[in-house]
């Protein structure tokens, strides 16, 4: 009997348990890396109302709330379970709280735990390394090279982020744009597309995409660091589910690569033979100047030139200043340089020109002026000294009117001289009648009349539509396929970018046909959209088979004109095909 009584108290225990109700959150992880994706789950065993979420601004919201409800018997009792899922980004360091969600559930108010999420400097570790984010990370990764880890203070370095891939990937996203303090930067133009090679790293073969390739200068010596480049990463990895044409299917998840901060050892310049004249270039450069004349007339003028060529840190070099003798009117010289990025760094040239007038006769001597820079090669520095001039003027400097012969400028970089006083013009100018008013004449009533009309016309329209007097949707049927034909009919960057107008196109023609926006723009949805349509599967297939082709194309460069002209051909004759199917 004892027995008995306690079988039905455990039993009736049980249900009480069963029907109450609770209301819990959980996180996927409680420890998570700078910039991983995690998610927040909260979680009600019955029916509720008016969910209100929690404080998420320490983390950005990826999406969210998705909801999802399920319902199950146990015992012959229905229980009812609904879930809100947050998907979030952590965005820095530190423990943070995620407060309690609240709902309302049979009347009553409810409210979850608070979460606690700290987010570390890096990942951590998995513990399978057979988990299919583990096996992305193998496969897709992103390095920062160097061509130099110990310059010298004013010596180029040339950095290049690459991102080595075995696998399916799409573009990646920016997390946290490197920067670099102690550096004078600047960036190569990489263009539209992404510079692709093959590298076998260990033994495996990977694809490098060049991201970002730029020159730096170290400004100072000591460790400087090189803050990291933090990426987002679509990947496709595959999965155990098969397609309606039996090929595997893949999902697409998001990893986080880095290439860490990196700090390099600055030297110093040595002190050792430095000249006193040296200003900081670094490279391999020439030195040159020229006086286009040795002997000229009072008040005509002689071009002297500086010139400063070769490799290294150009931006940072200030061109040597000539000693003019005073009896010389100089101008300001005229500045004029060509610096272009190259594979081994800056190079190109500077150059000061120089007008010089003489207003008296003699002879004057120009005194040479010298250049200095630092060789990193050879680790030593090197002066080079410009040759002295000497200019013979002839003629009698007391004529102030006399004309002055320019050669090789430009008149209105000389200032005029000797007729600073005009003549008087004596002809009275001959004057025209005034023409009839403007205001009250024809014209101007038109001008008025139109904005009047114009603005009438506009308020019937709007009152038209707003009534479905007229049909706009009917008048903009057809538009999808005439805006995804026009996109693939560009003639901009037809060699470079057509796998890409091809993608722009399909989505804009999705988008404006089947309003399937570019979230749910994948091979997955567009096939289960396409299959509820009605449309026929080879038209499916060959949808699928483009979108394969293209993402393919989108990290390789191994594609022949012929190979685009034929894909914009198919793209052209699907888009029509799937226009005309009867839906």
């Known amino acids: ?3 008995n009584i306690l079988l039905i108290a455990f039993l009736l225990q049980g249900f009480l348990l069963l029907a109450q109700t609770s209301f819990t959150g959980s996180a996927s992880k409680n420890k998570v890396g700078l910039y991983e994706q995690f998610s927040i789950t909260f979680t009600l065993n019955n029916d509720g109302q008016r969910f209100v979420a929690p404080n998420l601004s320490d983390f950005s919201i990826l999406a969210g709330p998705s909801t999802s409800s399920s319902t199950s018997i146990i015992n012959g009792r229905r229980a009812q379970e609904n879930s809100y899922t947050y998907y979030l980004r952590a965005n820095k360091l530190g ?11 049979d009347g009553k108010d409810y409210r979850s735990r608070s979460i606690s999420i700290q987010v570390l400097k890096s990942a951590p570790k998995p513990q399978s390394n057979n988990s299919p984010k583990a096996k992305a ?5 992103l390095e920062l090279d160097l061509s130099n ?9 040339i950095a290049e982020y690459k991102l080595y891939f075995k696998q399916e990937v799409r573009s990646p996203e920016l997390l946290e744009q490197p920067t670099y303090t102690g550096f004078w930067h600047e960036d190569f133009d990489l263009g539209d597309t992404y510079p692709i090679k093959e590298e076998t790293r260990n033994g495996k073969k990977f694809q490098v995409a ?9 400004q100072r010596s000591g460790d400087l660091n090189i803050a990291g480049m933090d990426l987002e990463v679509p990947v496709y990895i595959p999965t155990n589910q098969r397609d309606v044409f039996g090929r595997r299917r893949s999902k697409m998840i998001q990893i986080i690569c880095s290439t860490g901060n990196r700090t390099i050892k600055v030297k110093e310049l040595p002190k050792q033979g430095k000249p006193s004249n040296f200003s900081g270039a670094v490279g391999d450069f020439k030195y040159t100047s020229k006086l286009d004349k040795d002997s000229i007339l009072t008040n005509e003028s002689v071009s002297l030139s500086i010139r400063i060529q070769g490799t290294g840190n150009l931006r940072m070099i200030d061109l040597p200043k000539f000693d003019i003798p005073n009896d010389i009117e100089a101008y300001e010289p005229k500045y004029k340089e060509r610096i272009q990025l190259k594979n081994y760094g800056l190079s190109g040239y500077k150059r000061d020109e120089y007008l010089l007038i003489p207003r008296n006769k003699g002879t004057y001597k120009i005194a040479p002026q010298s250049f200095s820079f630092f060789n990193p090669q050879t680790e030593k520095y090197i002066s080079i000294e410009s040759p002295s001039y000497t200019l013979i003027v002839k003629g009698d400097g007391k004529d102030s009117t006399r004309s002055i012969i320019v050669g090789n400028v430009n008149k209105e970089d000389v200032a005029f001289i000797g007729k600073d006083i005009l003549y008087i013009k004596t002809k ?5 009648k005034a023409r009839a008013s403007f205001y009250g004449s024809t014209t101007f009533i038109v001008l008025v009349i139109i904005p009047i009309a114009i603005v009438l016309i506009g308020l019937v329209l709007a009152l038209l539509l707003r009534k479905s007097i007229i049909d706009i949707e009917q008048w903009k049927k057809g538009s999808a396929s005439k805006q995804a034909l026009k996109i693939l009919e560009s003639k901009k960057n037809v060699e470079l970018d057509v796998y890409s107008r091809i993608e722009q196109a399909l989505e804009v023609y999705f988008l404006k046909k089947w309003k399937v926006d570019r979230a749910n723009f994948n091979k997955e949805y567009l096939e289960g959209l396409l299959l509820d349509k009605g449309v026929k599967k080879t038209v499916i297939k060959k949808l699928i088979s483009l979108l394969e082709s293209c993402e393919m194309a989108r990290f390789t460069s191994q594609h022949s004109s012929t190979d685009r002209t034929s894909i914009l051909q198919k793209t052209k004759s699907l888009i029509e095909q799937l226009e005309n199917t009867k839906l």
Do not use: H
Not at 428 to 432: D, G, L, T
């Open 428 to 432: 009275i100018p001959r004057f025209q």
């Open 149 to 157: 880890t110990r310059p010298y203070v004013g010596e180029q370095i």
């Open 1 to 3: 009997m004892k027995k």
């Open 137 to 141: 990370k193998e496969n897709v990764f």
């Open 210 to 218: 060049t991201l970002k390739k730029l020159i730096l200068t170290p």
């Open 95 to 105: 423990i943070f709280t995620i407060g309690p969600a609240y709902i309302v559930s």
